[in-house]
């Protein structure tokens, strides 16, 4: 019994000895009935985070405004890493103004132990300077730099966290300093996979609706969307006059470098004119741009797997750099540079007919009896329906421009100079993008193994290699399209570290030809009641390729400078012709127009005007129904791809164990 009691008593004992202590009432303590509670008074520290050494000030306070209970707790904190990874995510831009900002929150200023809150215009000013700059990495606005709820007035009694940075800066470096108007484009140099391509030019299109649009002209053997994003003042809509041009990258899958300067020029387009830039807003407002930055996304996805991998790397016996890859053909193990009508052969048979023409030629009934790569169909669509004026399709392995023919005149000559009848123009417009590249034309660059700097890294395509079913030589010979090849790079897909440099090297040449096309003439084709007349054709006296007008009568003809002779005809018009000057300096197409009076003519009429291209045999796409298939998309597929995190996300995710969801940026 005695041993219960004792039991008992330690038992009551130590539950009173561990239970919490309660609240005291009023005279308790005097007693010793309780103890009254410790209040912990916040005093000053030392400030002994690293990244946030450089502040105006030597003396912290914890807890901190967002709750941190000390040194630790911020170190570990989602919101001191994005201080410690800021510069490099902005690309040095709007730091260290951000960094020392939220500093001035994570580690806020001490003076006789109570809080020195920063001041809210410092944080207003920078949040102007600098939303753009996290808009463009899809990253929301840190909710600790929110400048209503952790910075306070200059009434109230406030310090300025960037007084310091401004007192370095010298003049120089002020009038140097980016406004917000003229802040700098953003750019993510990483490979990105079709849904995150997609992703972004809708995205891009969605932040400049007044000026960009998207639109799909068909999917892959795979069911991706092929998507082309375009740069109008009136997107949309042909206006008259105004010319069309087109970009076209990744037709081999294993080719990537293109595709991500196609996502680069984009996002340069869409930032730059918002941002006031004036070339950039005459180009946009004058010029309509299509941009298909992939036009083989099968292939990339079998390249990109590869690359991540670690491809087979070899070299020649020059000691040349090579890289072998899957992915070059589509999904179907189509080479779709390969797989357009074979056209010239037809132009290269017509030259013994006195009047033989290169240009509008039908794609023979045969040609839809072979292998069709539904790319390649979307693709042959699309230039018919729209009177693209340039073009230029972005490829890797070499450094040089090339230009129609492609393929050799003489059959067993694989190396045949081979000329267009629009030579020069080709030659003119393979300098422009050449010369405007940074080390294209450079002897000092490491060459890729064709060497043709001598010629200022400018070569006809079938003298350098010919190849049959081309696309830049279905355009020439099938539209009014003038389409050269780029090689941007000896290597087909350049480590991510290269990408920044590819962007400097090629961003000139890139915005240089889409202005190119603004050379030689334009005009209306009208009839004597002032209306445009479609599917007149252009002529110029000694060139044996015609332009024929578009819906309303309008016309674009790239030329050389110098006399020209030019001559506007219709089926049941009379001709015009036109003697025309250009001179060498001038900055935009000369305004040719063309007035055509009714006439009813016989065939051994002098001005009897044959059958135009635009009737007949050229219509004929697809005339028996071969590839419909490739016109309807699959109702499983989801009209809306899916939405990915940003690039950046999974390094927080993975840094801090948790998911800081007041990061990501809400559409």
Not at 400 to 425: M, N
Not at 471 to 500: G, I, Q, R, W
Not at 640 to 645: F, P, T
Request: with cysteine; hydrophobic share 35%; net charge negative.
């Amino acid at each position: 019994m005695a041993m219960k009691v004792v039991i008992l008593v330690n038992a009551v004992i130590a539950s009173i000895w561990c239970a919490p202590p309660r609240r005291c009432e009023p005279g308790e303590e005097f007693l010793g009935w309780c103890k009254p509670p410790v209040e912990h008074t916040p005093r000053c520290s030392d400030l002994v985070l690293g990244y946030c050494d450089d502040m105006p000030y030597s003396h912290t306070i914890f807890p901190n405004l967002v709750e941190h209970r000390n040194r630790d707790d911020v170190e570990e904190s989602a919101e001191y890493l994005l201080l410690s990874v800021v510069h490099s995510l902005l690309n040095g831009e709007c730091t260290p103004d951000v960094r020392l900002l939220g500093c001035s929150v994570l580690a806020p200023r001490c003076e006789s132990g109570r809080v020195l809150r920063p001041c809210r215009s410092s944080c207003e000013a920078a949040r102007r300077r600098c939303t753009h700059a996290f808009d463009t990495i899809r990253m929301a606005w840190p909710y600790f730099l929110d400048c209503d709820r952790f910075f306070v007035s200059e009434e109230e009694g406030c310090y300025d966290p960037l007084e310091g940075l401004r007192a370095e800066e010298t003049p120089e470096m002020l009038a140097a300093s980016v406004a917000p108007e003229e802040a700098a484009t953003i750019l993510q140099f990483v490979y990105h996979t079709h849904t995150q391509l997609l992703n972004t030019l809708k995205r891009t299109a969605a932040n400049c609706p007044d000026i960009a649009r998207t639109y799909t002209i068909g999917s892959s053997s795979e069911a991706k969307d092929l998507l082309v994003i375009e740069f109008s003042n009136n997107p949309g809509q042909h206006e008259l006059l105004e010319p069309e041009v087109k970009y076209v990258a990744n037709i081999h899958g294993d080719e990537a470098l293109g595709r991500e300067l196609l996502l680069y020029l984009a996002q340069y387009l869409c930032s730059e004119y918002q941002l006031g830039n004036a070339r950039v807003q005459t180009l946009v407002n004058s010029t309509r741009i299509h941009l298909l930055p992939s036009m083989n996304p099968d292939g990339y996805q079998l390249a990109s797997a590869e690359s991540n991998a670690g491809g087979d790397v070899d070299y020649d016996e020059d000691g040349r750099y090579e890289r072998h890859m899957t992915g070059r053909g589509n999904g179907q193990n189509i080479d779709l540079n390969r797989n357009f009508p074979d056209l010239t052969s037809i132009a290269y048979n017509r030259r013994r007919h006195r009047y033989h023409r290169t240009d509008h030629i039908p794609i023979p009934d045969a040609y839809w009896f072979g292998k069709v790569a539904p790319e390649t169909y979307a693709v042959m669509k699309w230039i018919r329906s729209i009177p693209f004026v340039l073009s230029a399709s972005l490829h890797g392995g070499d450094l040089l421009v090339s230009y129609p023919y492609d393929l050799s005149k003489h059959p067993q000559e694989g190396a045949l100079f081979s000329p267009t009848p629009d030579e020069q123009v080709f030659k003119q417009l393979a300098r422009v993008y050449a010369d405007s590249h940074r080390t294209m034309t450079s002897n000092n660059t490491e060459r890729c193994g064709s060497d043709f700097t001598d010629q200022g890294s400018i070569i006809n395509g079938a003298e350098w290699y010919s190849i049959r079913g081309g696309m830049a030589d279905f355009n020439y010979l099938h539209t009014n399209c003038f389409e050269l090849t780029v090689e941007l790079s000896c290597e087909k897909f350049p480590p991510e570290e290269e990408l920044y440099n590819a962007w400097q090297d090629n961003k000139e040449a890139l915005l240089s030809f889409l202005e190119s096309v603004h050379r030689g003439i334009k005009g209306i084709v009208k009839d004597e009641e002032g209306r445009g007349i479609k599917g007149a054709i252009v002529s110029v006296k000694g060139v044996r390729h015609d332009i024929i007008t578009a819906e309303k009568g309008d016309y674009w003809r790239l030329l050389t400078p110098g006399i020209h002779i030019v001559t506007a005809s219709a089926r049941g018009y009379t001709r015009a012709m036109k003697k025309i000057y250009l001179p060498a300096r001038l900055e935009k197409a000369g305004r040719v127009d063309f007035l055509l009076q009714k006439a009813t003519l016989n065939p051994d009429d002098e001005d009897y005007v044959p059958i135009t291209p635009s009737m007949g045999t050229y219509e004929r796409f697809d005339p028996y129904n071969q590839f419909a298939r490739y016109n309807v998309r699959d109702a499983t597929a989801p009209g809306i791809e899916r939405q990915e995190n940003p690039w950046w996300w999974s390094y927080f995710a993975r840094s801090t164990g948790t998911a800081p969801n007041w990061l990501l940026k809400v559409d």
